[in-house]
T-cell receptor
Framework: SQQGEEDPQALSIQEGENATMNCSYKTSINNLQWYRQNSGRGLVHLILIRSNEREKHSGRLRVTLDTSKKSSSLLITASRAADTASYFCATQRLDGNKLVFGAGTILRVKS | GAGVSQTPSNKVTEKGKYVELRCDPISGHTALYWYRQSLGQGPEFLIYFQGTGAADDSGLPNDRFFAVRPEGSVSTLKIQRTERGDSAVYLC????????????FGPGTRLLVL
């Protein structure tokens, strides 16, 4: 079963604007990861943040983690049309390797 | 090198039939995972192999679903007596023994049960 929630469910922005997506989860975790999916097929790993980290950057991506609130956010700065995709957060527990995914946010970047 | 590959890309079958979905992981990856993604949802975990053995099969929905990995490389997901509710994209992922936090996903098999 899906563990958490993501919001918004869908987001439409203009090229150059920033996009923020949020994710909440329910159990204790070892890490939280963000993935991108184009056209409903393969997932691409974007960034991983561990439970003892609060913020991480990778290029135009910034992810935050608040373990007290069991939530995370993904910020994509200076968005491009090519960023149009579905974005999923996924958590991984310390005692297991499986990923538990949220329902995802559909991002559309208009050029 | 080559990524995770899955065959077939698409499979259409009739209710009640048996199907097999194949996954070729990245060479040298010891861990292999199967997930199922229904339309508009995130992937849901099915089963995880470490080598040849199933380390966690808690996500398999019922006994119609079975997966094998006899030589610790290629895996086959088998679905018996398919039902319309089995229609989904079946995703396979693999990871390296020393970095099991990062999973590399294949393109998926889209299964449609009529």
């Amino acid at each position: 079963s899906q563990q958490g929630e993501e919001d918004p469910q869908a987001l439409s922005i203009q090229e150059g604007e920033n996009a923020t997506m949020n994710c909440s989860y329910k159990t204790s975790i070892n890490n939280l990861q963000w993935y991108r999916q184009n056209s409903g097929r393969g997932l691409v790993h974007l960034i991983l943040i561990r439970s003892n980290e609060r913020e991480k950057h990778s290029g135009r991506l910034r992810v935050t983690l608040d373990t007290s609130k069991k939530s995370s956010s993904l910020l994509i700065t200076a968005s491009r049309a090519a960023d149009t995709a579905s974005y999923f957060c996924a958590t991984q527990r310390l005692d297991g390797n499986k990923l538990v995914f949220g329902a995802g946010t559909i991002l559309r970047v208009k050029s | 090198g080559a990524g995770v590959s899955q065959t077939p890309s698409n499979k259409v079958t009739e209710k009640g039939k048996y199907v097999e979905l194949r996954c070729d992981p990245i060479s040298g990856h010891t861990a292999l995972y199967w997930y199922r993604q229904s339309l508009g949802q995130g992937p849901e975990f099915l089963i995880y192999f470490q080598g040849t053995g199933a380390a966690d099969d808690s996500g398999l929905p019922n006994d119609r679903f079975f997966a094998v990995r006899p030589e610790g490389s290629v895996s086959t997901l088998k679905i018996q007596r398919t039902e319309r509710g089995d229609s989904a994209v079946y995703l396979c992922a693999s990871s390296f023994l020393r970095d099991q936090e990062t999973q590399y996903f294949g393109p998926g098999t889209r299964l449609l049960v009529l």
